[in-house]
């Protein structure tokens, strides 16, 4: 009997770690013992939207020293944040696999179905508590953060083929394995898969964060300041 199961995870940045233990069996062995009647597997992905959330109970102060990064090396510097945007790169993938039982402890699994999603979930945008709303600093400071939220979600829209492109070549190059559980069989799955997507998420936050650095630098921050000569 050929039975359908399925299993999502949640990866956060650095994708978790499955360990398995897989039987081994030369490719010749397992393509005669384990043989499931299913074709390539289907993949879709689709993305968060990440919705913005504006915060001001900070102060200045505590923008530079507690969310750590620019800030940081803005008080270092000299300069006063007035804004600041925190959010994280997620995915999510779904596996759902066909499997058939050989034996008593060996199973014949195979991937039928890949459904990931990638993205951004919230943007938290702080806006330093003495900025007045409607003011010229209030509105330079978040035209400043809106700036980064764009170039997160460009950034995303930019890299969706290489994630697509990667689910797809490592799905397709996942065979049937012969395995002592069909549990065992999800996490190998999941691992490849993941192994694969990671790598785009390493050129993406690396990629992305070169652009946001062309944005933080003090002839920006003082581009900006000139916007607003009477605060």
């Known amino acids: 009997m050929t039975c359908l199961r399925k299993i999502s995870i949640r990866t956060f940045i650095m994708m978790l770690s499955f360990f398995t233990f ?19 597997p289907a993949v879709t992905l689709s993305t968060f939207e990440g919705k913005i959330k504006i915060s001001n109970g900070h102060s200045s102060r505590q923008l530079g020293t507690k969310f750590g990064g620019h800030g940081k090396m803005n008080l270092r510097a000299g300069w006063i944040t007035r804004g600041l945007t ?34 951004y979930r919230h943007f938290k945008v702080f806006v330093a508590r003495k900025l007045k ?16 939220v764009s ?5 995303l829209q930019k890299h969706l083929p290489r994630f697509k492109q990667q689910l797809n070549k490592s799905s397709i190059g996942l ?17 490849k898969l993941n192994s ?36």
């Open 22 to 40: 897989i039987c081994l069996f030369s490719s010749s062995s397992i393509a005669k013992t384990c043989q499931l009647d299913i074709a390539a």
């Open 86 to 119: 925190k959010t994280q790169l997620e995915s999510q993938i779904e596996v759902s696999i066909r499997y058939r039982q050989i034996s008593k402890n060996r199973f014949c699994i195979g991937l039928s179905k890949v459904a990931a999603r990638v993205g």
């Open 133 to 148: 709303p409607g003011s010229c600093e209030y509105k330079t400071t978040m035209a400043h953060e809106q700036n980064h």
């Open 151 to 155: 170039i997160y979600r460009d950034q």
């Open 175 to 191: 065979k049937p394995i012969i395995s002592s559980s069909s549990a065992v069989g999800h996490q190998y799955f999941l691992r």
């Open 196 to 231: 694969g997507f990671k790598r785009v998420f390493k050129q993406m936050n690396k990629e992305t964060d070169r652009k946001q650095g062309r944005i933080d630098t003090a002839k920006n921050y003082r581009r900006e300041q000139a916007l607003c000569p009477d605060r």
